[in-house]
């Protein structure tokens, strides 16, 4: 998200960037990035914490009217990194509680957000959505292979284990050969390539979203995607509730959709909640 100000002292106008610390990375000048930006991002995440990367970009020719018609990627670009906004949001006391008593009525619950997805995982772990006690495999964008095809590369968050897709058979995933009792993330990107190769290898969208309890980085249309495939290859109904506009399409396409939000996420839903 971005705004374009103009300051009343002198006059000048200047562009402010907030995003995800990764898109923020993207957009600035490197030269104006810690050289410890990655390290730092991973202690936040991992301990729960929410992160946005803030930064900003004088507009010298900039006037009125040119602000009216500006592409985004013209002031999007060439960014100077201005620090990270940490944020702690707590559970909710009832949250594990809650998610215990529909674990007890064998009800699977999985998380789809928008969030970093370390951050995701912790908080998975708190509420217990995902167990303590397991290794979590992150499934995560890797290089391309030789034709220039996007690969997915797995990851254990809690060792120092990678695998690409070299390192898999065709259509192998990482619990057909590692102890059973892991856990899956899996990134917005990552789901995409998974989603786009489903029609080549249906075996690996089908064990992914059976087996996966952590979707982070999600958009709206990877979130509504999701509902869609739990239906489909689970042929379970699908409960989503949200409280934003990224959960509008998911709230739409699960068989019961609940906003916990007054606002947009609430037109969506056929069910509206304060509480």
């Known amino acids: 998200m971005s705004v374009i100000c103009r300051n009343q002292i002198d006059k000048q106008f200047l562009a402010f960037v907030k995003g995800s610390p990764e898109k923020i990375q993207e957009l600035c000048d490197p030269s104006t990035l810690p050289s410890n930006y990655e390290e730092v991002l991973e202690v936040y995440t991992k301990e729960g914490f929410r992160v946005i990367a803030l930064a900003t970009k004088p507009l010298p020719e900039m006037t009125y009217k040119l602000a009216m018609g500006v592409h985004r990627n013209d002031v999007e670009s060439n ?37 970093n997805v370390l951050t995701a995982i912790s908080v998975a772990r708190q509420c217990n959505i995902i167990d303590s006690s397991r290794d979590v495999w992150l499934a995560d964008i890797g290089q391309p292979d030789s034709q220039g095809n996007p690969t997915i590369s797995w990851k254990c968050t809690n060792k120092e284990l990678n695998l690409n897709a070299k390192s898999l058979k065709q259509g192998e995933l ?51 995607c999701l509902v869609e495939n739990i239906q489909e290859i689970m042929k379970e109904s699908v409960g989503m509730c949200g409280d934003g506009a990224n959960d509008c399409g998911a709230l739409k396409t699960a068989d019961a959709g609940i906003s916990l939000s007054e606002a947009e996420a609430s037109i969506a839903a056929p069910f509206t909640s304060a509480v």
């Open 79 to 115: 960014l100077t990194f201005l620090g990270l906004l940490i944020m702690e949001n707590k559970l909710k006391k009832e949250t594990p509680g809650t998610i215990e008593n529909l674990q007890k009525c064998k009800v699977k619950t999985v998380m789809a957000t928008g969030d």
């Open 174 to 224: 990482p619990w057909h050969y590692l102890d059973e009792k892991i856990e899956v993330a899996v990134t917005g990107k990552a789901f995409k390539v998974i989603t786009d190769t489903g029609k080549q290898y249906p075996y690996i969208i089908n064990s992914v979203v059976a087996k996966a309890k952590v979707f982070a980085r999600m958009g709206p249309d990877d979130k509504a």
